[in-house]
């Protein structure tokens, strides 16, 4: 592995541990994010000439720390609270980067601190994907479908209001868990997004991501273990991410469900998470994470696109839309549809949508749309529409994929 893929690799596993670690001993989260990204630009530079460290997230730790210390005593901060800044994280470093033992994690504070009631929706989303998933501002903006202006003020008004509100750096009380835990679930499920379906970049995938939205849901879970759409959250995670090693081709080509070798699935992380849409539903409440959990479910216990019980689908579509209305649900449930029923019937209802235009600039409604014209050999119509989905794809598997497509149907209308 040369040495930006090893700096690459080292910045996705471990970039949430130490920003968390920085700021509980620092108390302050643009120090911690300053030190962290000079400690990635110093391996860098250092490591094509001292060699890959054995342990590279502990190096990453110990330049962070000395970068903190080194500002710190620059603001003259009093010597007995540096002293412990110092103690606390040379211990932190010298721990080994294991999975937690107990609920003290600092990536679950780090979550709940970010997820505060105390901060606007938007808020609580930039502030996690940018501390927890180390995402930039512009990918952050990208995700969110904003300017990066935007979200650079909103991420600057979310640290501001958590250090004037004096927001405690800790995860709440049993007796405030579930008032915060809507919060919380919604930023995991986008943290777990990212990862599954990166909003920019060259990779589709960012297994990092849901792997870390996946460990914090388990935490959570163990945090409120009767809590069903904890358990339904955690199962659509598992019954998604089964699915990484065949949703991309070793061209970097996406392949779309249909397609998918179904052998490669993971059976065992399948298995775990029909077990945990299975007691979801036992507690007898069923919440909108838990109804995209049986989806997920139709999906991954199918033999083969064929067996696939479509109309279900498209009846928990239509279910779902009734607890969380979303144009992205509806232009879901127009899939399910087209494949019950038709690729007519589908067109109809995505038309629908694209007259709305709450999906404006959102490549996926040309791309089903391009799709269902191309089933019903509309190829001109298709070939305008994938070039659309083209035009706004913002990663290259997308966008590999999409041309591709384009290529199939010009061919047929020569």
Not at 73 to 91: G, N, P, S, T, W
Request: charged share 25%.
């Amino acid at each position: 592995m040369n040495v930006e893929s090893a700096v690459a690799t080292t910045f996705r596993a471990e970039w949430a541990r130490v920003v968390a670690t920085l700021i509980r001993t620092t108390g302050d989260w643009d120090l911690a994010e300053e030190c962290a990204q000079e400690a990635f630009a110093q391996a860098l530079a250092r490591w094509p000439q001292d060699g890959v460290p054995a342990r590279p997230g502990a190096w990453i730790v110990t330049t962070a720390r000395n970068r903190a210390i080194d500002r710190l005593r620059r603001r003259k901060v009093e010597a007995v609270k540096l002293q412990q800044i110092a103690f606390d994280l040379r211990h932190d470093e010298e721990r080994a980067p294991a999975e937690p033992n107990d609920i003290t994690d600092d990536r679950l504070r780090l979550m709940f601190t970010c997820c505060h009631p105390a901060l606007p929706l938007v808020s609580r989303v930039a502030l996690t994907l940018r501390t927890l998933a180390g995402l930039t501002t512009a990918e952050i903006a990208r995700a969110c479908l904003v300017s990066e202006q935007t979200m650079a003020k909103r991420l600057v008004r979310g640290k501001e209001k958590i250090r004037h509100s004096g927001i405690p750096y800790q995860v709440p009380g049993k007796e405030l868990l579930p008032q915060r835990l809507p919060g919380v679930l919604a930023v995991l499920y986008l943290l777990f997004n990212e990862g599954y379906a990166a909003s920019t970049g060259a990779d589709l995938l960012r297994p990092d991501l849901c792997g870390e939205a996946i460990r914090l849901v388990r935490l959570l879970a163990r945090l409120m273990p009767d809590q069903p759409e904890v358990l339904g959250l955690g199962a659509l995670m598992l019954l998604h991410h089964a699915r990484r090693d065949a949703r991309v081709n070793p061209d970097g080509e996406l392949v779309p469900l249909a397609d998918q070798d179904r052998s490669r699935w993971h059976r065992a992380e399948i298995d775990e998470g029909v077990a945990l849409l299975e007691s979801a539903l036992d507690l007898g409440e069923v919440g909108h994470y838990q109804l995209q959990a049986t989806i997920a479910a139709c999906h991954a216990t199918a033999p083969s696109e064929a067996d696939t019980d479509w109309s279900a689908i498209a009846h928990l579509y239509a279910r779902l839309a009734g607890l969380a209305a979303s144009p992205v649900v509806e232009l879901n449930r127009a899939v399910a549809v087209a494949m019950a029923e038709g690729p007519a019937a589908g067109l109809a209802l995505v038309d629908e949508l694209a007259a709305g235009r709450e999906l404006s600039g959102y490549h996926l409604l040309p791309a089903v749309r391009a799709d269902l014209l191309r089933r019903l050999e509309r190829w001109d119509e298709a070939a305008h529409a994938y070039r659309l989905a083209l035009d706004l794809a913002t990663t290259d598997t997308e966008r590999k994929y999409l041309a591709r497509r384009i290529e199939e149907v010009a061919a047929c209308t020569g």
